[in-house]
């Protein structure tokens, strides 16, 4: 939630993935942008997770609907601070 932090830990990702690991930096990173609301819909339509053991649709993060905004708003924040970084809205009206 604390955007210095944020800062800082995009900072050590982006040192580890290309100075330490040498990953190819990409050209362009694209947000496909829903609200929360119809990815929690578009959740709830799948098949159960068997990789969980679980009949549930849901993960444990997926269950948690201020999770799920927080996340939303949070990668919001980085798509405006990072300069290859699109966002595309995918929903209309």
Known sequence: MDREKRKEFLNWIYDLEYNILSLPKP???????????????????????N???SSSQKDIHEEDL???????????????????FRKIECEKD
Do not use: C, G, P, W
Not at 66 to 71: D, G, R, S, V
């Open 27 to 49: 050209d362009l990173t694209i947000f496909l942008n829903i609200s929360v609301e119809l990815s929690r819909k578009l959740i709830s339509s799948r098949e159960s997770k």
């Open 51 to 53: 990789y969980i053991k």
């Open 66 to 84: 201020e999770h799920l905004q927080n996340a939303k708003n949070a990668v919001e924040e980085v798509v405006k601070m990072q300069e290859n």
